[in-house]
C-alpha cells in the first residue's frame, strides 16, 4: 500500500506540431515514413508477454498505395484467444495488488515516450496503415493518445480521493476495487488513439485485458503494444490478439470470466454482442459491463443569423478531414434557403483547392479511404445519387482504385431531407446538404431530430444569440458533443468528453473519470472504533 497520499503530474493537453514546410518535425517524420517503407514488418500477437506466430500471416498495405507491402501479421485463431485470456486471469492478482502510483507511472511514462521517441513511429505507422495525413495522424496518434494517458491517470487520483461523510465514531471509506475476471477491449481503425485507450483505461484501474484491432489497423497497433512494454506493462496486462471478430466474440462471451467489453465501432456488432452477452448472461461470475461508442449521422446545422464562411469552412473540415472516416464527421447539413448560394460561394473554392493523393505528399488533405469494402460502398452511393431524381451531386463525384482507394470529396444536394444519405452513415468523404425554407425552421428542426438513429455529434451556426439559446434547447437529445459555431468534430481530451447516445452508444465519455468508474466495482467499508455490546435501544426503557 501507499505510504503518502500522492499528487500525480497535473495533466496537460500535449501540444500538437504544426509539420510546416522547414520544422524539424516535418523532416523527421518523412524520414521515418520512409524507414518503415522500406522494411516488411513481421507483426506477431502479443500473449503473456510472449510474441506469438501461427505462420498463418496477413499481409498489410496502405490504403493509398496498394501494391506496396508494409510487411505481415500472425492470424489467430480460437486457441489464441483462450490463451490471451489464460495470461490475462493469470496476471490478474498481481497486477491489482500492485499499488496505484505503479500502475500510473507506468501509463505516465508511456505517455511521454509516446510524446519523445515514439512521436514520429506511432504518426507514421498511422499515416501508411490507415492513410491518415500528417496533421491528423499528429492530432490524433500522438497528441491525444498521450492526452488519454496522462489525463486518465489524473480521473482515476480523483476518483480514489472522492471519499464518504464520516459520522462520529465511525470511519467510512470506499475502496475502488478492479472488476473480477478479464475484460475485452476491441478497437477500430480510424483513431489510433482510441485503439490505446481502449485496452489501456480498464487496465489502468487494475483489470487485465484481451485486446483485438481492427485487421486494417494492426501496424499502428504493434506500434502501441511495442510502447507498452517499453513503459514497463507487466506480461499478461494487456493481451493482443489478431483473430477474427467471430471467432473471438464465440470464445470470450461465452467464458465465465468475462467482465467487461471496451468498443469502438459499427452499431450492428455492437448491439449483436450486446444481444450475445445477454443471452449468455447467466454463464458470467458478474454482470459485464458494456461501454461502447459505435458511430453517428452528424449533422450542422445553420441558422439563417449564421456566419456564412464559418459554415462553409466547417462543412469543408468537417466533412473531409481524414475522409469522414471519423465517427463525429460532418455528414448531413442543413442550410437555409436564403444563405444557401452565398455558402455555396465560400465552399466551392475551398472544395476545388483540395488535393486528393497519398499521405507520404504533405500537400494532399484527402487519401485513401481505408479498404476496397469501403470504396464501394461510397462509390455506389454516389452512383445512386447521380441517378437519383432527389438527389444530385453538386462537388466531387469522382473515385478511382487502380492505385489506391479514393474517393474525391463529394457534396450530395437533397430535395428530400429523408434521402437514404442523410439517414444511413457512409463514413467517408460524401456529404449530403438539403436546403430548407427560412419559415420552415421549426419542421425542419424537428425532421433533423428524428431522422438519424444516431445521436453523437452536432453543431450549429448562429450569430443571434436567442436562436442560439433556442437550438441548443430544441438540440438536446440529438447530440453527445454539441458545438456552437464550430465544426463537430475534434473533441480534445481534458476539455471534451466524447461521447453519445440513441444508437451512438453509451455516452460513458472517453476521456473522463466517468468511462473510468465503469472499470471498478466499489466496496463500501464502515469502521466503527467502539462497537454497541448490547442490543437494546434507548426507545426500549418503560
Known amino acids: 500500500m501507499p505510504k503518502g497520499i500522492f499528487n500525480v503530474p497535473k495533466a496537460k493537453n500535449e501540444p500538437v506540431l504544426s509539420y510546416a514546410p522547414g520544422t524539424t518535425e516535418r523532416e523527421e517524420l518523412k524520414a521515418q515514413?520512409?524507414?518503415?517503407?522500406?522494411?516488411?514488418?513481421?507483426?506477431?500477437?502479443?500473449?503473456?508477454?510472449?510474441e506469438v506466430r501461427t505462420g498463418d500471416k496477413k499481409s498489410i498495405h496502405p490504403p493509398h498505395d496498394i501494391k506496396h507491402c508494409l510487411g505481415y501479421y500472425h492470424q489467430g485463431d480460437e486457441t489464441h484467444v483462450y490463451q490471451a485470456i489464460d495470461a490475462a486471469l493469470k496476471a490478474k492478482p498481481q497486477w491489482e495488488a500492485l499499488s496505484w502510483e505503479h500502475r500510473?507511472?507506468?501509463?505516465?511514462?508511456?505517455?511521454?515516450?509516446?510524446?519523445?521517441?515514439?512521436?514520429?513511429?506511432?504518426?507514421?505507422?498511422?499515416?501508411?496503415?490507415?492513410?491518415?495525413?500528417?496533421?491528423?495522424?499528429?492530432?490524433?496518434?500522438?497528441c491525444e493518445f498521450a492526452d488519454f494517458l496522462r489525463f486518465n491517470v489524473q480521473y482515476m487520483t480523483e476518483?480514489?480521493?472522492?471519499?464518504?461523510?464520516?459520522?462520529?465514531?465511525?470511519?467510512?471509506r470506499v475502496e475502488y476495487r478492479p472488476l473480477e475476471g478479464f475484460v475485452f477491449a476491441l478497437t477500430p481503425f480510424n483513431f489510433t488513439s482510441i485503439a490505446g485507450n481502449l485496452p489501456s483505461a480498464p487496465a489502468l484501474m487494475g483489470n487485465t485485458v484481451v485486446w483485438k484491432p481492427s485487421k486494417?489497423?494492426?501496424?499502428?497497433?504493434?506500434?502501441?503494444?511495442?510502447?507498452?512494454?517499453?513503459?514497463?506493462?507487466?506480461?499478461?496486462?494487456?493481451?493482443?490478439?489478431?483473430?477474427?471478430?467471430?471467432?473471438?466474440?464465440?470464445?470470450?462471451?461465452?467464458?465465465?470470466?468475462f467482465t467487461g467489453i471496451h468498443f469502438t465501432g459499427s452499431t450492428g456488432v455492437f448491439q449483436s454482442m450486446w444481444k450475445t452477452i445477454g443471452e449468455n448472461i447467466h454463464k458470467y461470475k458478474t454482470y459485464p459491463r458494456i461501454v461502447g461508442e459505435t458511430g453517428g449521422k452528424d449533422y450542422i446545422f445553420a441558422h439563417k443569423s449564421c456566419d456564412a464562411q464559418a459554415v462553409a469552412t466547417a462543412i469543408v473540415r468537417g466533412g473531409f478531414e481524414y475522409q469522414g472516416q471519423k465517427c463525429s464527421a460532418a455528414s448531413r447539413i442543413y442550410v437555409p434557403e436564403s444563405r444557401w448560394e452565398e455558402i455555396k460561394g465560400y465552399m466551392a473554392p475551398q472544395l476545388a483547392e483540395i488535393k486528393t493523393g497519398t499521405p507520404e505528399d504533405f500537400t494532399n488533405f484527402v487519401n485513401a479511404v481505408i479498404d476496397e469494402d469501403s470504396f464501394d460502398k461510397l462509390s455506389k452511393a454516389i452512383d445512386d445519387a447521380k441517378a437519383s431524381k432527389e438527389a444530385?451531386?453538386?462537388?466531387?463525384?469522382?473515385?478511382?482504385?487502380?492505385?489506391?482507394?479514393?474517393?474525391?470529396?463529394?457534396?450530395?444536394?437533397?430535395?428530400?431531407?429523408?434521402?437514404?444519405?442523410?439517414?444511413?452513415?457512409?463514413?467517408?468523404?460524401?456529404?449530403?446538404l438539403y436546403v430548407y425554407k427560412d419559415a420552415e425552421l421549426d419542421a425542419t428542426l424537428d425532421i433533423l431530430d428524428s431522422t438519424s438513429m444516431y445521436a453523437l455529434t452536432g453543431a450549429i451556426f448562429s450569430q443571434d444569440r436567442y436562436a442560439a439559446e433556442m437550438l441548443t434547447k430544441r438540440l438536446t437529445h440529438t447530440a453527445g458533443n454539441f458545438y456552437i459555431n464550430d465544426k463537430p468534430t475534434g473533441a480534445v481530451v481534458g476539455q471534451q468528453p466524447f461521447g453519445g447516445s440513441r444508437g451512438s452508444g453509451t455516452n460513458d465519455k472517453a476521456g473522463s473519470a466517468i468511462n473510468l468508474m465503469r472499470w471498478v466495482s466499489p466496496r463500501t467499508i464502515k469502521e466503527t472504533f467502539v462497537p454497541a455490546k448490547d442490543y437494546k435501544y434507548p426507545f426500549l426503557a418503560e
Open 104 to 142: 500510473a507511472s507506468i501509463f505516465l511514462k508511456a505517455a511521454d515516450l509516446l510524446a519523445g521517441p515514439y512521436r514520429q513511429k506511432i504518426n507514421a505507422a498511422t499515416m501508411l496503415g490507415q492513410s491518415k495525413n500528417a496533421f491528423q495522424a499528429e492530432i490524433d496518434a500522438a
Open 216 to 257: 486494417t489497423a494492426v501496424y499502428s497497433a504493434n506500434i502501441i503494444m511495442q510502447l507498452f512494454k517499453e513503459a514497463g506493462l507487466p506480461d499478461g496486462v494487456i493481451n493482443l490478439v489478431y483473430a477474427s471478430g467471430p471467432v473471438a466474440a464465440k470464445v470470450i462471451f461465452e467464458h465465465p470470466e
Open 159 to 172: 476518483i480514489y480521493a472522492d471519499q464518504p461523510e464520516s459520522a462520529p465514531g465511525i470511519w467510512d
Open 33 to 50: 515514413v520512409k524507414a518503415f517503407r522500406e522494411v516488411e514488418v513481421d507483426i506477431p500477437m502479443y500473449i503473456g508477454g510472449e
Open 392 to 432: 444530385e451531386v453538386i462537388f466531387g463525384g469522382d473515385y478511382d482504385k487502380s492505385v489506391g482507394y479514393f474517393i474525391q470529396p463529394t457534396i450530395i444536394q437533397t430535395t428530400n431531407p429523408k434521402y437514404v444519405t442523410m439517414e444511413e452513415e457512409l463514413f467517408g468523404p460524401v456529404v449530403t
